[in-house]
Each structure stands twice: as structure tokens, then as C-alpha cells.
């Protein structure tokens, strides 16, 4: 039996970090449509995002990517956050939008690239000693396009090299996340194409340098569940980005694609103390053709729901169920759950909370898009352009 | 026994298209790393499209993009391209890249949005008129990225809607080449997501319509060769959108990822009559990281080279071998082929016509790209961009 | 407004068949694990269906594949059926488990082979007019595992000339199902690979001619509902086999592996007209390692359960979305369908049905399997051999 | 400027071992198709292995596979593989093909099948003392159907256990392999599914656990040869079990779907130093439709025109062109050496060693085949079957 108290209790402590891009515009390679009232300053992403927190309650902390939302001073950032209501989250690097980028960034083979990248990454340990933030997210665009391009071995070699520069950076409190993708922009071999490659260099690295799941970076099939509940037996698992996929990396509204995985990675979060331990609930998408504070209080609530749908599996009655072999109530236990309705659950949660039932709604009913079209004229909208 | 003389006499009718594009910058959703010497005019394009067909003797045509090749006088730029040894190709259409498409072009859910894309089609055939072209290649970045955004069956009707009209705009001699995509940029979604939707278009439309197959579009793990096969056998194979790829859509150099792929493809195309038949073998590629001029180079020599070993499969003896059922011994048949270095054959034959055995070498030797490195400075380089 | 009379008035007509061969033992090429109480002849077999349909209410019929369940007398085993509340359905022919098959049956390049496996076909037509059976389903494991094996054209038009021999043969009120499959167990080609093959095959054949879709049967990422929808268009979908995979064609209980798959098709059905005509609702399921008979009723079940879901989409919020290009509201009306909780409607449809609302329960305490356990001892039990 | 004279030095180092099973039959789940002169005994599979080692001269050890290889004398049958020129390699368990292990075998949620299994690795190593074999090879089929039916970190707990009671069993010399698998026979989660679960469980266990790269056990996409360095990289790739594959564990001639593939996984164990460290090239195929002795022939020929082209690499231009950032050229000094036919070479070499220089020839004229399907008539075939 499932005690409904501790569901919710748990729920009420949940935490999902918006990324400041995806308030931004974004594209495929084929076209970026721009949108009305998108924002042009990281300010006015901030000013979106707590707009998202405000509906949904669940969404207090904004991750920063460098340099799309490099501002003179991040302390004041930090205090414009926090006068929303807001706290600065992870700070994501980026190595990919430089000429000099080409061949790739710290495993370039050129060690004059690789020094600028390590100098950028090192600028983002500076950064977060401004914001407070305590992650530092790596993600690396590099890798080759053909066979023969450049050594893969030497280019874990130079990779090395970086993270434990970086490594020695960091201060208390603070983590390096490292993030592996399957492909794109790199199409023959990505340097941190697997979790396995990634789970090597943190563990080389030590404490503070964990994997980064983004739910978009797998081979088609991956059970990503596995992956998780592996990492988190083994101590690794430091973030999620979340989004959601058909295909390859399609940075879609998370439990948008398939609903069940989403619900069967948050079961094995929580089954292996993650909901409760440091692990970082992001987001990571693209709403390219969607209107995008709506679509990130979706991504917010599909979070929310597949966590509720996942805290209420009758963990005896499963684990009794599997003790005895039994597959099909094994299975009934989880489906059981996934089954259940819960959004009038949330809706109630919300309002002990003081929050509208519906977040959706009352961020249309607010006006605020409105106000946003009307005002954000002008100026160069934000995206993804360096 | 294969006929040597016979073979070279085949490889001297091959020809294959390069893309206007390919000449210009191309890159991810990440970044598009700009190259020195790029051209910035569809003039520009040409004389780099003289320079691959100098070297390789095989490379006579160049397909156009509308409205990146856009000029005054269509006329004057067939004339051009004369002048510079080479004829003008496909026509290729792009209904992806203005605003108004957001949410598709001929399958949009409104009808204005529907006219505007129809009206551009139209405008293609236009171009082909005064271009003398032969073939409208049509390739749609239609379809939808969330379960239930439109309607799946709906869009197919203003696809086919769109198509009749087009197609009942064909002059005599011009053929419209309907091409498949498995995803991207649509994400849940495409129009026409795979041989069979384009091969029931083009049977309802006549025998005008043909289908393109890219080799970047199809699932993971797609027998390629054997929709070539099919399609030959329907007499509804019009062309190649040669590329290659590890994972999705990569447009990497053809025949870079799986050469074996490539031979097997031209195998089906020889055994099937579309080398003598009306099949266009175009190259579409992008050249994100790797010089552009020689990179084509390189894929019309693979075409070349994956072409040679498919003409020098003994099909006397496989016959025998699959007549007798000996699986060993008819793959062991076509192995032969495969295995044999034809790169000698193909020096000889190009020292035959008079082109310097090596084309790379000879590109290298010839000065061309230091000199558009150096004139072409300022200006506006070609890309992706409208 | 979804009308909820009317979803259940729909429901109460849905029908799902079930095959014979899923109540016999199965396994993979590693091994099959026997279960205890498992069918050792087809009237056995029957009464496990006829268990299925007893609690469940919506699985009239069974299919039978010949030769396993061949007896001397198909007449009196229709009236068996008839005795225990079900008829036959669609005959399944196998052309795979005879040493002569090896290299194929109706494609195999020798025309004994042909001839043989055409004559199972036709046997198979004789025992549609003894059971009554409607639908002859074919599904042929011919292909290649190598490159050059055999001439993948040739083998087209031996396909073709055994299906117009069968084709010719049918009589009124019977119609040829034909299946695809991407692999397995051939793995280099496969004659029938993709819904494209069977269709280009069924349109020449004519009315009687329709397309089987299998879930399972499907390179990873493909777009299934596309498929039906398209199918449905052009009329020429014919049946389901319903099951679910992860990887390759598992066979696992359809909708376990990803149940917004499954209702997303569903809806496509019913938004394409299938639900009310002609389109069988098959399952074909391979319960290795779970009991059978609870599987197959959970598998009934998850059927109704995505069945009503797709019924309480409210199509007109739909098509009014859709419409106006609302993208997040599109998906939000799906998706509120989808999160609905059905199975209370369900139960209390099962209680005016006069039956137990929970089919699982209402078997497991009937004492049937108990029954089985206790009485199949010796004999042989039913499973894939010839 | 590569060494001909190292080059062939190389090659006559090389061993690769072939596996006793692919001598008996093998099939899908759908047919086992017997073939002639199959062996039906240990003996009598050494027998043909040893015909394979003296046409290739390559392929001097055998991989036995517990119990389908069980003898009384273990001893006994080292000193049989001795008098015919072998010796014996890999011990292979199996915990797949008993009743018990429907669930699972180490991880199995029972400890007393658990604790059989374990067992049963145990009595490999004495085996592995008996034959005086240096690898223990362990594939475990565990793994899960649906989600919830296990707890799937529990299961690494338990799988963990047992490989640590193997691993302080292993004698001096003696080394444990475990290898990894995609899916099949589990289709939801199998319990060392990628390379990075081996590695962190051989990580743990010490240096005389490595990790299996078995070429057809990975998702679609998969840059093997990336895992392969990076392995190498981290001292721990210990085997191969090379087949191909074009959709999942095809288990094909090894060579025949990618040959490409093959080579650059050539050339990262060379590159890497695995050519000459403790590497094992074994072999791991099912030859279910064509002539087994000659497949496994060809087979070895394959990985020995993959090794030889991966040694002609010239490795200080490509060194010099990944220096400089060409991609171009460093990417066709690998195509060249790809591109050349290494057939005569290895002629050259097999004449040099007193053997014919075409190893399928040789062996079809030898007289073996029609001897064994002359002489093993009677008796049980060998094959999978416990």
C-alpha cells in the first residue's frame, strides 16, 4: 500500500532546473524560426523562467550557458535571480561556436585550441565562484567526422588532460558534471560518445566529477533506466538532461515521445536514492516550433507526473512479486502505477500549495505572454548564435 | 569472366551531379564554420563544379537550390555553365526556410501557407524552362514534431494535392523526382518518411513521378540496395542523393562510411538497368570540416571506384552459384569484386581521355584553390541561408 | 466533449483474436523453457481461448497455423470452437520449418521448393473453407543472409507469381493478409521487408489483397501509426499482429513496451476508419518466460485499454487545434486522452456485460490453471516444432 | 612508407580461434537446419578445426563450450586437440539452456540457482586446469522481459557476488572474460548490456578480469572500434568474438556484412598495442544456411585481410596529416590502405609457409567434406541443444 502522505511530501520537495537557452530560439540545421516576445537578454530569461517557477512551484533554479549569457557582472545576475525568486544553477560551457572549434575543442590536436578551451572552461569555474552555482556542466561537441580524421586515443589523452585541469579547480561544494553524447555534431566517433567512457574519466577524476544522463544522447534502444540505476550504485549519477526523443538528439518536451521510459527512469531514480540525494533535475530542449514558457511548464509538469507515477509504486507488493518469480505482478505492480491518473493528485498538491491547479492556464490567463509580445521589441532575440 | 573493355566502356558513360550547395558553407544546428574561398555566387558555384568535372570527367551537371541559386536571367546562367563545360541539372526546390513555414509548406494546415509553397514549385518548373533542366527534385521538410500536433492523414491529402498540381505543370522531357526522408527536421513526423509514401504518390501521379532515394534516409539498419532493387523493378527509381552516413542524416563524402554499402548499391542499379536507364546519380553532401572542391572530388571517385567493382561482378557465375544454391560461393562471387583495387583500372582509363590519373593530386597541383582563396575576399558566402 | 456513450458502445463491438500458438511453449534460439499445464493439441489449445474470451469478453476468435495445429477434421474442430464460444480465424501458413526451405520457400531459386510451399498455401485456402476461416495470413521467412546469395529481383517476381497462384484461388468473402518484416531470421535481405513491399504486391493482386501490419516487424525509430494511417488511406490494411518489443520483434505482450505507442496507433485506426471495418485485431505473442493464459488476457485487456483512450480523444478540440496551428494545445488534447485512467470505465463496462471486472483476478481464482497443471501430464506439448 | 617485410611478420604472428559450436548446427528460433557431416562429438569438432588450422595456418586453438563440450576426460581431449595440431582455448560456460534458468542464472532472484550456476563457473575452471585453457569466457543470457519483473541493481549486486567468487578461483595465468550483450534472449534488460557494466565490474574484480568485445552485441550505430581503444586504453580488453551483423546478433561471417568495419577495428588494436598483448581473436558465428568448414575458412581469411590491410596503414602520414589537421588526407591514408587488394599478399604468405595459397580451394579439393558426410551418418549432430 502506498502511503499518499509521503507521496506527496516527497513531491513537495521535488526541484527541476530550467536551462536559460530554452527560453531562447532554437532550431534545426535547416532553420531557426524566430518567436514573438522571445527574450534578449539573460535577464529576460530569468524574468520567463520565474514565470515558470511562479505556475509551477517545482522550477527555482536557472542553468546558465556561457558565453549566451555572459553578462558583465554575474554577481548582480545572481541577486536579479534571486529578486525573482530564482536561484543560478549549473554553468554549461560551450566549445562548439569558435572557428577555432573545428576540429574540436579540448581534443583538438592543435594545443594552442585546446589551451583556449581549457582557459573558457576554467572562465566557467570562475563564473560559478560569482553565482554560487555548484555545477559546472561539460559537454564537448568534439569528435570526427571520418575515419582517420585524428587519433581516438590520443584524443582521450588530451580530453584527460583537460578535465583534471579543470578537476583542480574547483572548489568546495562545487562539481564537474560530465556529459556524453551518441553522435551529432560529430558523426563518425564523439570523445564521449557513452556513459562508460564518461563514468571512466570521472572516476580517474575522483568525488566531485560525476555523469551527466541526457535522456536525448543514447543509441536507439538503450535502456536508460539501466544506465541510471548503474550509475547510482556505483555513486556517479550527477544530473539529468532532460528532453525527450524519437529519433536522435530532438530535444523535445520531456515525456513527450515515450512516457513510460520517463517513468521508468524516475522509478529507478528514487528505487536507487537519487530523488532524495544530489542528483540535478534539468532540462534540456528545444521549442522550435512551440510556443516556449508553455512548453517548458509542460516539460516541468510530464517531470512531475512520471516522479508522483513513480513514487506510487507498491514497493512490497513489487519486491514481493519478485522475490517469487512472478513476472506478470511484477509487472501488474509498475503498471499499476504508470496506470494512474495523477493529475488530480497534483492539482491538489498545487493548491495546498497556493498555486492555480492548472499551471498551463494560468500562465495563459496571466497575460504575461501578451506582455512579453507587446514589449520585447527590437533588440536581437536570444539563441543559440555566440 | 568479366569483360574489362566492356567495363571501362560503362564507366565512361557515367556521370554524376554535384549540388550547387555542396560548394558553399553547410554545417549542424551548432555552428557552420566558414571556409576561405568559398564561393559567393551561383556563378562562383559553377566555376568550382568546371573545376570537379575538370579533373574527374565525370562530373558534367550541377543541380541548382531555389532560391540559393536564385539569379535575374536563368538563361544567362545556363549559358554560363556552357561556356565552363557543364549543363545545368535539377532544379531543387525549398519550402523550409521562410517563416511561413513553421508548421510545413504544401501540407500545412492553412491554405495561404499551401498557395505560397505550391506557387513556388510552379516557379521551379519556371526555372527549368529557361534552364533546360530535366528534373524538379522535390523534397519536403513537412511533417510534425508532437503526437496529434495535425493530422497524419490530412497532410497527406494536401501533400497529394500539391503534387497533382505540379505535376500537371511538366512539360514534355521533365520529370518530377519525389524524395523520402525517415526524420529531421520533423521529429515525430515526416510527410513522406520512406519509399513507400513517395512510390504511392508517384504511381497515382504518373509516370512523370519518380522516386529519389538519398542514401542518408532511412532508419538504422535499412537494406538500401534492396529498395533500389524494388524501385528499378517499378520502373519508378529517378535518381541517387548520394551521401554517407553512421548514424542519421550525416552528409558525410559518399562511400566514407560503408564503401561495401555503396558497391552493393551500384551492384542492384547495374543489375537492374538503371545505369543505362534515366537514374540520376547526384551527390548531396555537406562539407562542414573538410575543403569542399577536393572533398567532391573524392565523392565522385568513390561513386566511380564502388561503380567499377560493381561492373566486374561476374554475374555469369553468380548466377551459376545462386542457381546452385551455394550461398559460400555466389557471396564469395561477389566478394571478388569487391575486394579487387580498382583504382589502378580507373588511372588507366582517366589517362585514356586525357585527365591526369590522380584528380586530387591534380586539383592540389593546379592552383585553383589558392586562387579563390585569394579573390575571393568580402562578399557574402554561400550557405544554407535563403 | 467526448461522448462516453458512445466510447463505450464502440468498445463493446471490439473484437481481438488470438493465436493458437501463444498458448504453446516458445522461446528464442537459446532455449525454450516448458511451463506446466501447457496445450499438447489444438483442441486444447481452444480451451485456453476459450478461457480468455470467457473473462475478458472480447476475444471471439483464435488463429490457427497450419501445420501446427493441423488435424484430420477442421470442420469438426470449427464446431468444437463453436462448442466453447469462439470461431476460427485467420489461417497462418508456415513455409519455414522444413529442411527444404533453407534458402526460402516461394522465393527459393529452385522451383520444386516453389511448387511445394505453393501447395501449403493452397492447403491452407481448403482449410479456410473448412473452418469457415475469413483471412489467410502469410508470412514469409524467405530472404538472404549474404550479400550476392541470391538475386534479390529474382526472388520479387517468384513472390509474386506464387501470391497471384494463391491470389486466384481465393473464393468469395476470403482475403490474403500479407505480412512484412524487417528481419529474422534472415538477416542480410528479407523478401518481404517493409509495409512499401506488401503494398506494392497487394495493389497488383487486387481487392482481396491486404497488408498485416506487425508491430514488431519494424526497423527502431519507425513511425508505426504513419503506416496504419497510410494504409488505411489507400485502403489496404488489413489486420494486426499485435505485440510489443524493445529491440527486434520481441514478442512480448503488446503494449508492455511502450503503451503510447500503442494508443497512438489505436487512435489512428479509429481516426482512419479501421475500428469499424474490416481490419482484424490479432495478437501475435511469444510468452517465454510469464504464464500464458493471464498473459494473454493482460494482453486483451492492454488492447481495450488503449482502445478507449484513443475513443476519448475529443477530436473536435482536436481538428480546432490543429486548425489554428496550436501546437501544445494539439498535444495536450492526445495527451489528456492518454493520461485518463481507463480502467475503471472498463470495469464497469465488464460488470453490464454480465462479467468480472477484473479478468486477471476472475482467472487466477477459477481454477482453471490449476486444472490444466494437474491434467496435461504426458503427451506432448504444443510449441513452435514442426 | 609501409614495411612489407613487418607487415608480413606481423601476419605471422596473428591466431585466431575458432569455436567448436559453429562446427555443429545452429539456427533462428525458427529452424535448425541439419546439415551433412555435421560432428557429433568434441572429437570429431576438433577434427574439423584442425582441417581449418591447415589450410589457414592461423587458427591453431579451439574454444570448447561447457556442456555442450563435456567429456569425461578433459585431459584426454587436450592431448586429442594435440595430436591434431591444437590446442584447446576458451572454456565457455553456458547458465542459458536449464529449466532453472528461466529468470536468470547469477542474478536470478533464487539463491539456489544462483548458487548452480555458480557452480557451474566453478567447474569451468577446472576444466580450465584439466585443458590447460587460459580464459574463462562468460556470457550470461540474464536479463529481464518487462519492466518491474526484477530489481534491476539488485541483480547487479548478485551478478557481482558471483563473479567474485569465480575471480578467486582463477589460477596463476588464468584470466576471466566477460562479455557484454545488447538484448537477446532478454528483451527488456539484460544485466551486462554495454561495455561500460563489464568494464566496472572487471575494474573491481582485478587484473585478471577483462572485457569481451563481441562484435555483433552492441545497439545500431555503434562505433565498435572506439570501444576497442578505449578498452586498450585502459588495459582491459581481453577478447573478441568477432561474426557480423546487419541488424542485431546476426552472428554472420565475420567480415561479410561491414568489412570496413572489421578493418578499422583492426587498426585500433593495432594502433592500441592489442595485436601483440594479450588480446584473443576469437571467432563466434552460426552458420545456419551455408557449408560450416569453408564459412569459418573464409572467416579467418577475413580477419586476416582485415589485419592485413589495417598493418598497411601508413601510420606516419596519417600521423602527419592528423598533426595538421587535414582531414582530407588523413582520412585517405587510411581509405588506401583499405582500398588495396591484400589477396596476393597474402598468397605470397601462404606459400612462404608451405600452405596453399587459397585456403577454400585447398580445403574443397581436400576430400574432408565428402569424407565426413560419407562417414557421420548415425549418432546425434552437435549443436546447441544441452
Not at 148 to 159: E, F, H, P, V
Amino acid at each position: 500500500m502506498t502511503d499518499l502522505a509521503a507521496v506527496k511530501a516527497a513531491l513537495r520537495t521535488q526541484a527541476v532546473e530550467t536551462p536559460s537557452w530554452a527560453y531562447g530560439n532554437s532550431g534545426t540545421r535547416f532553420k531557426v524560426f524566430a518567436q514573438e516576445g522571445v527574450p534578449r537578454t539573460p535577464q529576460e530569461k530569468l524574468e520567463d523562467a520565474a514565470k515558470v517557477h511562479e505556475f509551477t512551484g517545482v522550477a527555482p533554479t536557472v542553468a546558465l550557458h556561457i558565453p549566451w549569457d555572459r553578462v558583465d557582472d554575474f554577481g548582480a545576475l545572481a541577486k536579479f535571480a534571486d529578486d525573482h525568486g530564482l536561484k543560478l544553477g549549473a554553468i554549461n560551457s560551450n566549445t562548439f561556436q569558435d572557428d577555432d572549434y573545428r576540429l574540436g575543442s579540448v581534443c583538438h590536436p592543435d594545443a594552442a585550441v585546446r589551451r583556449k578551451a581549457l582557459d573558457h572552461l576554467l572562465e566557467c569555474v570562475d563564473i560559478m565562484d560569482a553565482t554560487g552555482s555548484a555545477d559546472l556542466k561539460l559537454w564537448f561537441a568534439d569528435g570526427t567526422n571520418y575515419p582517420g580524421q585524428d587519433d581516438l586515443s590520443a584524443r582521450q589523452d588530451r580530453l584527460a588532460e583537460a578535465l583534471a585541469a579543470v578537476y583542480a579547480r574547483l572548489g568546495d561544494g562545487q562539481r564537474m558534471l560530465l556529459e556524453y553524447k551518441f553522435f551529432e555534431p560529430a558523426f563518425y566517433a564523439t570523445d564521449v560518445p557513452d556513459w562508460g567512457t564518461a563514468y571512466a574519466h570521472c572516476l580517474k577524476l575522483g568525488p566531485k566529477a560525476q555523469v551527466v544522463v541526457d535522456t536525448g544522447h543514447h543509441a536507439p534502444g538503450t535502456n536508460i533506466e539501466f544506465i541510471v540505476a548503474t550509475l547510482l550504485r556505483e555513486g556517479k549519477l550527477g544530473a539529468f538532461d532532460f528532453n525527450s526523443r524519437f529519433y536522435a538528439d530532438d530535444d523535445l518536451m520531456v515525456g513527450a515521445a515515450d512516457p513510460f521510459q520517463l517513468f521508468r527512469i524516475m522509478y529507478e531514480v528514487i528505487r536507487g536514492g537519487g530523488f532524495t540525494a544530489d542528483v540535478a533535475f534539468m532540462l534540456d530542449q528545444c521549442h522550435n516550433i512551440e510556443a516556449k514558457i508553455p512548453a517548458i511548464i509542460r516539460s516541468v509538469m510530464n517531470v512531475q507526473e512520471a516522479t508522483a507515477k513513480a513514487l506510487l509504486v507498491d514497493r512490497d507488493a513489487l519486491a514481493a512479486a519478485q522475490r517469487a518469480g512472478d513476472v506478470l505482478e511484477a509487472n501488474a505492480v509498475v503498471m499499476d502505477a504508470y496506470n494512474t491518473d495523477v493529475r488530480p493528485l497534483l492539482r491538489e498538491l498545487r493548491e495546498e500549495q497556493g498555486l492555480a491547479p492548472d499551471p498551463i492556464a494560468a500562465y495563459r490567463s496571466s497575460g504575461w505572454q501578451e506582455r512579453i509580445v507587446a514589449e520585447r521589441v527590437g533588440g536581437r532575440q536570444a539563441g543559440w548564435g555566440a
